[in-house]
């Protein structure tokens, strides 16, 4: 039987289990993540948004439902979801302060299939302003903070989940991605991330505040599970990965096939270490390095290079683009007539990241097509390269988590890679490597830097084989450790 410490960093699986031999009850699992959140979130501010009313309520029917001999993948399992999803009677702001009370009427639909298979929802968790940082902050809700170092960032834009899930805040988060915002939070705070396929998981209702609650399928953007534990990802992904009834029939559905393989030895692992537009640190190469001799070790097949690696520098500046483009068509006109006449100043021969993100942010129709058309190639030369590869193993970022830094203008902001100052928007590259062609990514923990933070790879896939990077992770964590728990007291 599990202790009450035990249940607050058991898994989803180890968790229903105990539910369904009535060991616990799921108002018991409800109130020890509730007293978990009173006594810990003070110094973490990860889930602002508390919902414990409903959420008991919502664990008694679960109680009462499993008495009747009712199951189910979440009954009764307690976890939170990004703030930025819509959940019927709870705010959604984005951390964007004139949407302070705006509340939506329904469920987004991924919220909905998740109450549906019986999860507790007991809040949500922090963002930062508009979703639009590395870092979680708003002037709404405040900092969060990372539970291994509460100096530093636990990452963004899902920073609020992966702090939650690192301090025992329930077993899984529903979390988003355009730019490593499920990815780079999970490097940073010791957890698993999984950013499927684009287009894989329905989108309708996690949407900026005040608008229409349809599905919000902006470029590169995705919605994405988070956990302690890869067979977790998995589960809410098969749970989440649904069609969508949408009034004029059902819509296109890309469902998952199993894993390539269920073997470590069975893998083939191209491994990339370092990224032409900014180093990677001497302790996340070094984990990705003896990760790699590890599965050589186990007899997995790993390289270090492939002619049908799509050129990175290429990518990084095709990603530049299509981001910004992403991001700044949601701009007032104001701003957007800002970024426009800056585009206009650029030389023409400026090839830097800087330049592209400029670029980008004033990208006209007919230019966006020509992007697009190159982003059509890469993918070609991913899906080659998948043939002769199952997993591209890689950093997630090029450093551990870093300080806090709240500086107004974000693109003037720096990040330190080894004492060497960068732009603080390169680091976006990592996450550019499959947002920009759609393609799959988990991340897994796999080690700690000197100081004790957690270190974390990416594991890109075969586009619309979500399972086999998820697969790989949990066969990373059976063989060499996952998750650890920070120390909170």
Not at 201 to 221: E, F, I, K, N, V
Not at 229 to 239: M, P, S, V, Y
Not at 311 to 322: G, V, W
Not at 412 to 440: F, H, K
Request: aromatic share 6%; proline share 8%; charged share 20%.
């Amino acid at each position: 039987m599990l202790s009450t410490e035990d249940y607050a960093y058991a898994t989803v699986r180890e968790l229903a289990a105990a539910l369904e031999a009535r060991e616990v009850s799921a108002v018991e699992l409800a109130e020890v993540v509730i007293q978990r959140i009173h006594r810990y979130d003070g110094k973490l501010n990860a889930v602002p948004v508390r919902d414990f009313d409903r959420a008991l309520d919502a664990a008694r029917k679960a109680d009462r439902a499993r008495a009747r001999g009712a199951g189910g993948p979440l009954l009764g399992i307690p976890m939170t979801v990004k703030e930025s999803f819509n959940v019927a009677g709870l705010p959604t702001t984005w951390g964007i302060p004139p949407f302070k009370d705006f509340v939506p009427a329904e469920d987004a639909l991924a919220v909905a299939r998740l109450k549906a298979a019986g999860a507790v929802i007991l809040g949500k968790t922090n963002v930062p302003i508009a979703l639009g940082d590395l870092q979680t902050y708003n002037p709404l809700y405040g900092t969060t903070n990372n539970p291994w170092d509460t100096s530093r960032t636990p990452g963004g834009s899902s920073g609020g989940s992966a702090a939650a899930l690192a301090a025992g805040f329930g077993p899984v988060s529903l979390g988003s991605d355009i730019a490593g915002s499920l990815r780079l939070p999970a490097h940073f705070s010791g957890v698993y991330a999984h950013k499927p396929s684009l287009g894989l998981l329905p989108s309708r209702g996690h949407t900026p505040p005040a608008t229409p609650p349809l599905s919000y399928d902006r470029d590169l953007a995705v919605i994405g599970p988070m956990a302690r534990t890869a067979a977790d990802l998995a589960l809410l992904l098969d749970l989440l990965a649904e069609p969508e009834a949408a009034g004029l029939g059902v819509a296109y559905r890309h469902e998952p096939p199993p894993a390539r393989h269920d073997r470590l030895a069975d893998y083939r692992v191209l491994v990339l270490d370092s990224h032409p537009a900014i180093p990677t640190s001497t302790e996340v190469a070094a984990a990705i390095d003896g990760l790699a001799e590890k599965l050589a070790a186990a007899g997995a097949r790993v390289e270090r290079h492939s002619p049908l690696l799509p050129d990175q520098t290429e990518a990084a500046r095709l990603y530049m683009r299509l981001l910004l483009a992403a991001v700044a068509a949601a701009y007032p006109p104001d701003a957007y007539e800002q970024v426009r006449k800056a585009a206009e100043q650029i030389d023409s021969g400026d090839v830097s990241l800087a330049a592209e993100r400029a670029r980008g942010a004033a990208l006209s129709h007919r230019d966006w097509l020509e992007t697009d058309a190159l982003r059509t190639r890469h993918r070609a030369a991913w899906a080659a390269l998948f043939t002769q590869f199952d997993v591209v193993l890689c950093p997630a970022a090029p450093t551990t988590a870093f300080g806090h830094d709240h500086s107004a203008d974000q693109w003037a902001r720096r990040i330190t890679v080894d004492g060497v100052e960068y732009d603080y928007p390169d680091q976006l590259v990592w996450a550019g490597v499959a947002s920009a062609p759609g393609n799959p990514a988990t991340v897994a923990p796999v080690a700690r830097s000197r100081d004790g933070l957690p270190i974390g790879v990416q594991l890109i896939g075969p586009i619309f084989e979500d399972h086999t990077p998820i697969r790989f992770a949990e066969l990373l964590e059976r063989e060499f450790g996952g998750f650890a728990a920070p120390n909170l007291d």
